[in-house]
């Protein structure tokens, strides 16, 4: 008897690393990376909406070449989104309050993907929270648009360029 619970308590571990094994091998990344404006008449302490930046996704190039399909899509997430400025150079976060990105795209409703609510001083790069909203219907699409939301802590004197690196794990059935 102690054997046969052995063997099953064996069965389902070996059964359980193969199926982690599986979806590594069937989980790649996309990275994207966007320009943010905040221009110098930017409005002090409520979170106000910026201009929406529209991504073309190249998607169907990208899932031929990690052996995949739109369709065969399963699961996408947003991995990580860091902030950084580009413009003025040395610039650091304490203009920023709290901020927040949504994704949208024609004829889906828009969604918050990512938000940090206190910045911290002297930041010169910032990690946003991912949400984990699933982002299959964005990323299989032609295009998305990208809206961030922002509240100044500061007024600022000239526009800032903030570039975003996001990455997005997608998790997908082979051909």
């Known amino acids: 008897m102690k054997r046969l619970v052995?063997?099953?308590v064996l069965l389902?571990?070996?059964?359980?690393?193969?199926?982690?094994?599986l979806?590594?091998?069937l989980t790649f990344?996309?990275?994207?990376?966007?320009?943010?404006?905040?221009?110098?008449?930017?409005?002090?302490?409520?979170?106000?909406?910026?201009?929406?930046?529209?991504?073309?996704t190249n998607s169907e190039e990208r899932f031929k070449n990690n052996k995949t399909r739109a369709e065969l899509v399963k699961d996408v997430t947003l991995n990580r989104l860091n902030l950084s400025i580009t413009?003025?150079?040395?610039g650091n976060f304490?203009?920023?309050?709290?901020?927040?990105?949504?994704?949208?795209?024609?004829?889906q409703d828009e969604v918050k993907i990512a938000y940090l609510d206190e910045v911290p001083q002297n930041a010169t790069t910032l990690s946003l929270k991912?949400?984990?909203?699933?982002?299959?219907?964005?990323?299989?699409?032609?295009?998305?648009?990208i809206r961030t939301k922002a509240a100044l802590a500061k007024p600022?004197?000239?526009?800032?360029?903030?570039?975003?690196?996001?990455?997005?794990?997608?998790?997908?059935?082979?051909?």
Request: aromatic fraction near 8%.
């Open 156 to 175: 600022v004197s000239q526009d800032i360029s903030i570039k975003a690196d996001m990455r997005f794990k997608v998790t997908a059935d082979p051909l």
């Open 29 to 56: 990344y996309i990275e994207e990376e966007e320009s943010i404006t905040i221009e110098s008449q930017f409005p002090v302490g409520t979170l106000v909406p910026l201009t929406p930046v529209t991504v073309t």
């Open 94 to 107: 304490d203009f920023l309050k709290r901020i927040e990105i949504y994704i949208s795209s024609e004829g």
């Open 130 to 145: 991912s949400t984990n909203a699933k982002l299959d219907k964005f990323i299989k699409g032609d295009t998305y648009s």
């Open 12 to 21: 389902f571990a070996m059964m359980a690393v193969a199926c982690e094994k």
């Open 6 to 8: 052995l063997g099953v």
């Open 87 to 90: 413009d003025p150079q040395g």
């Open 23 to 25: 979806d590594e091998l």
